[in-house]
C-alpha cells in the first residue's frame, strides 16, 4: 500500500471532481490517498508521502499562482519521490491540443518551473455558464466564440475523458 498525496488547485471544483474520481480507482488498487486543496498546504509533510500528486486548472491562461509558489518551495522532494503533475483546461477538448506533448499551457508551465514531473497528463474541463459572473461569463463566451467552441449561455458541458481519468488512476497507482 502506498500513501499518495493530491494536491489540487481548482477555482470552480472541476478539478476536485477529478481528484475524487482518481482517489476511487486509486485507493481501490489498495493505496491511501489524501487530497489537500493547494491553499492548505502549510501544515503538510510531504515527506510522509509515498508519491506525490500535483493537479492545477488554467484560468484565464495560467494556473493558480499558489502551484508555482509551493513547487518552488518543495522541489527538491518532489523530485525524490514518484510524483505526477497534471492540467485542466478547455482547450484540451480540442484533439490537437489534448496531450502533455501539445497542450500549449502545461508545455509554457513546464518551462516555466524548476520540476520535472515524471508523469504528466491533460484533461479537458468543464463549462458551466449560469455558475460564472458576469464578466467571467462574458469573457469564456468570448474565449468560446474565438476557439470555436459552445457560446450558448445555458451551456453545461463537461468535456472531460473519465475514461481517461481512471487510467491515470491506474498509472498513478503503478507509477
Ligand atoms: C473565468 C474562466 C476563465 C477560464 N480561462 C481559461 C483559459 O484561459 N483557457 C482554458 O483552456 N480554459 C479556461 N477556462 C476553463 C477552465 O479551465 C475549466 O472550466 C476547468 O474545468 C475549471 O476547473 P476548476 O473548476 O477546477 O477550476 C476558464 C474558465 C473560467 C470560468
Same mark, same amino acid.
Given at each position: 500500500?502506498?500513501?499518495?498525496?493530491?494536491?489540487?488547485?481548482?477555482?470552480?471544483?472541476?478539478?476536485?471532481?477529478?481528484?475524487?474520481?482518481?482517489?476511487?480507482?486509486?485507493?481501490?488498487?489498495?493505496?491511501?490517498?489524501t487530497l489537500v486543496s493547494i491553499s492548505d498546504t502549510s501544515a503538510?509533510?510531504?515527506?510522509?508521502?509515498?508519491?506525490?500528486?500535483?493537479?492545477?486548472? %488554467? #484560468?484565464?491562461?495560467?494556473?493558480?499562482? &499558489?502551484?508555482?509558489?509551493?513547487?518552488? @518551495? =518543495?522541489?527538491?522532494?518532489?523530485?525524490?519521490?514518484?510524483?505526477?503533475?497534471?492540467?485542466?483546461?478547455?482547450?484540451?477538448?480540442?484533439?490537437?491540443?489534448?496531450t502533455p506533448a501539445t497542450n500549449p499551457y502545461l508545455i509554457k508551465?513546464?518551462?516555466?518551473?524548476?520540476?520535472?514531473?515524471?508523469?504528466?497528463?491533460?484533461?479537458?474541463?468543464?463549462?458551466?455558464?449560469?455558475?460564472?459572473?458576469?464578466?467571467?461569463?462574458?469573457? %469564456? #463566451?468570448?474565449?468560446?466564440?474565438?476557439? &470555436?467552441?459552445?457560446?450558448?449561455?445555458? @451551456? =453545461?458541458?463537461?468535456?472531460?475523458?473519465?475514461?481517461?481519468?481512471?487510467?491515470?488512476?491506474?498509472?498513478?497507482?503503478?507509477?
Amino acid at each position: 500500500m502506498a500513501r499518495i498525496i493530491i494536491i489540487y488547485s481548482t477555482t470552480d471544483g472541476h478539478t476536485l471532481e477529478i481528484c475524487q474520481c482518481l482517489q476511487q480507482v486509486v485507493e481501490k488498487l489498495n493505496n491511501q490517498v489524501t487530497l489537500v486543496s493547494i491553499s492548505d498546504t502549510s501544515a503538510i509533510d510531504l515527506s510522509s508521502f509515498d508519491k506525490i500528486v500535483i493537479c492545477a486548472s %488554467i #484560468r484565464y491562461g495560467k494556473h493558480n499562482i &499558489k502551484v508555482y509558489e509551493f513547487i518552488k @518551495t =518543495n522541489s527538491q522532494i518532489l523530485s525524490a519521490k514518484p510524483n505526477a503533475f497534471f492540467s485542466v483546461n478547455v482547450v484540451a477538448r480540442k484533439p490537437e491540443k489534448s496531450t502533455p506533448a501539445t497542450n500549449p499551457y502545461l508545455i509554457k508551465f513546464l518551462k516555466q518551473i524548476a520540476w520535472e514531473p515524471k508523469i504528466l497528463a491533460v484533461f479537458a474541463g468543464k463549462i458551466d455558464y449560469k455558475r460564472y459572473r458576469f464578466f467571467d461569463r462574458f469573457m %469564456i #463566451r468570448f474565449i468560446m466564440w474565438m476557439t &470555436k467552441g459552445p457560446t450558448d449561455p445555458s @451551456t =453545461n458541458i463537461d468535456f472531460t475523458d473519465w475514461n481517461q481519468v481512471k487510467d491515470f488512476g491506474r498509472i498513478i497507482s503503478e507509477m
